[in-house]
C-alpha cells in the first residue's frame, strides 16, 4: 500500500468499488485540469475556445465537453512552439530529461517519479521485492525503459539495465546474475528462447525466469503459448503508449487488461468524441495526471473495448479487451466503415483460410469489395465455402462483397488486410 494525498492506494490489487473508483477519478481530474488551466497553455487554450472553465468538468462523463487531442496536433504545436508546443508544464527545479519519441514528441521527464501504473502491470505479472530483473527495452530516446526502470524501484526488485540487442550476452548474464524476471517484446524473448536452444540450453531448466511481462508489440496468443511452454512461467502484457504511460495490463487470468489506477481511459466514437457503452468497440483515449505533461483526452489511435465484469483475479477496475487495431486502418466502402479486426474476426470462423486480404477497388463510381482467400489446402466444396464466407463477410461488415480464391502466395507477405485501390478523380 502505497499512501498518496488521496488516502488510497494499492499497489497489489484495486479493489475499490466503482462508485469509490469515479470519485477518485472526478477529484485528480479536477486538480489537473485546474493546474493545467493555470499553468499549461495548452490546456489554457483549449478552455478559452470551448468557452467555459475547468469547474464545469464535474463528473467522467462531462469529459465528452472537450476535445480529444491527436498526435497529429501534438506534434504540429511542438513543431510551432518547441520544445513542448504548450503541453509541458515547467516546474521551477527543471525537467529532469527530456525524452524523444517517434513524430518527433519531446516529452519532459519529471525530477521524482511517482507514476504507479507501471509498477501495477509489473506486480500483476509476477514480479516480486528481490527480483533480478533484465529490461531488455530499449533506454535511448523514449521513455518506457526508464519508467519500468523506476517501477521496478518502486517493487523493490534489482534491474540489470541491459537493453535490448546482443542476444548471447543476455542469455549469458541471465544465467550468471540468476535473473528471475524478463521486461522486454515478445518477439525478443523469442530470439532468447531461440538462440538459448541453439546454444544447447534448455530454457526451463538453464534459465532461471520466473516471470515475464511483454509489452509494445502485437502479443498472438500462439506465441504466448509457444513461450509459456518453453519457459514454463506465466507471460503477461501490457499496453500503454509512450504519450500517456501505461492504460492496461494483464493479470493471471488475461482475461482483458486492467486499467491501472492513476488514469481515466475512454472508449470514444472516432467521429464525435463521445463515450461508447461498455463493450462497444471504439478509439482508446487517455486523460493522465502528470503534473510536468498532462493530457486530456489524447487520442492513441488504437482501437478496443471495455469489459466491467467481476474478474476471478479480485481486481475490481475495467478491463480493456483486446487491441483491435489502428483507427486509421479503417475503410469506408458503400459508405461503411470497415476495420481489419472485423475481417479477422469472420475469417477466424473458416479454418481452411490460410490467408486473406479484402480488396477495396472502384467501377464507374460504385465502390466493389473483393476478398481474396489463399487456401491451406483444396477444398472439395469451393462454390459452397465461397457462399458461406459471403454471406458471413455480409453479416458481419453489413457491406456486400465477393470472395475469390487465389493460389498460395497469391496475397502478398505483408500485404495490407484491407488494400483501398480506389483512386479518387
Ligand atoms: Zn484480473
Known amino acids: ?99 524523444v519519441s517517434p513524430g518527433p514528441v519531446f516529452e519532459p521527464g519529471e525530477w521524482d517519479y511517482d507514476d504507479i501504473r507501471w509498477a501495477q502491470a509489473l506486480f500483476a505479472c509476477g514480479i516480486r521485492k528481490g527480483d533480478v530483473v533484465l529490461n531488455t527495452f530499449n533506454y535511448h530516446l523514449t521513455p518506457l525503459a526508464i519508467m519500468l526502470d523506476e517501477s521496478l524501484q518502486i517493487l523493490e526488485a534489482t534491474v540489470i539495465p541491459v537493453g535490448p540487442g546482443n542476444i548471447s550476452m543476455q542469455i549469458n548474464l541471465m544465467r550468471q546474475l540468476q535473473v528471475t524476471g524478463f521486461l522486454g517484446t515478445p518477439s525478443f524473448l523469442m530470439s532468447i528462447v531461440d538462440a538459448s536452444e541453439g546454444m544447447r540450453l534448455d530454457p526451463k531448466r538453464d534459465l532461471h525466469l520466473k516471470a515475464a511481462f511483454v509489452g509494445a508489440e502485437m502479443f498472438p496468443e500462439s506465441l504466448r503459448q509457444k513461450l509459456e511452454g518453453k519457459l514454463d512461467i506465466f507471460i503477461r502484457q501490457a499496453y500503454g503508449t509512450v504519450d500517456v504511460g501505461c492504460l492496461g ?15 481515466i481511459v475512454e472508449i470514444v466514437d472516432t467521429e464525435t468524441g463521445k463515450q461508447l457503452e461498455i463493450g462497444a468497440t471504439g478509439e482508446i483515449v487517455a486523460t493522465t495526471f502528470s503534473k510536468v505533461f498532462p493530457m486530456i483526452r489524447f487520442a492513441t489511435g488504437d ?112 500485404a495490407k488486410k484491407i488494400d483501398d485501390r480506389r483512386i479518387w478523380e
Open 249 to 263: 495490463y494483464e493479470c493471471v487470468e488475461k482475461r482483458g487488461m486492467h486499467i491501472p489506477e492513476d488514469v
Open 1 to 99: 500500500m502505497i499512501d498518496r494525498e488521496h488516502g488510497y492506494f494499492d499497489l497489489e490489487k484495486e479493489t475499490r468499488s466503482k462508485e469509490r473508483r469515479e470519485a477518485y477519478l472526478e477529484l485528480r481530474l479536477s486538480e489537473i485540469l485546474h493546474h493545467g488551466y493555470r499553468h499549461s497553455k495548452a490546456i489554457h487554450s483549449m478552455f478559452k475556445k470551448v468557452g467555459f472553465m475547468p469547474d464545469a468538468i464535474k463528473e467522467l462523463k462531462d469529459l465528452e465537453k472537450l476535445p480529444i487531442t491527436k498526435k497529429a496536433e501534438l506534434v504540429n504545436a511542438q513543431k510551432e512552439n518547441p520544445p513542448f508546443g504548450g503541453f509541458g508544464i515547467l516546474p521551477e527545479a527543471g525537467v529532469r530529461r527530456i525524452y
Open 303 to 414: 482501437l478496443s473495448y471495455l469489459i466491467e465484469d467481476p474478474c476471478p483475479c479480485g481486481r475490481t477496475s475495467p478491463r480493456l479487451g483486446k487491441i483491435l487495431g489502428r483507427t486509421d486502418q479503417v475503410t469506408k466502402v458503400w459508405g461503411i466503415f470497415i476495420h481489419p479486426w472485423q475481417v479477422d474476426e469472420v475469417m477466424a470462423k473458416f479454418p481452411e483460410a490460410a490467408n486473406y486480404q479484402i480488396v477495396v477497388t472502384r467501377k464507374e463510381y460504385r465502390d466493389q469489395m473483393t476478398t481474396y482467400i489463399e487456401l491451406k489446402e483444396a477444398v472439395a466444396d469451393q462454390p459452397g465455402l465461397k457462399r458461406r464466407v459471403e454471406r458471413e463477410m455480409e453479416e458481419v461488415l453489413k457491406v456486400k462483397g465477393q470472395v475469390e480464391f487465389v493460389q498460395k502466395g497469391g496475397i502478398p507477405d505483408r
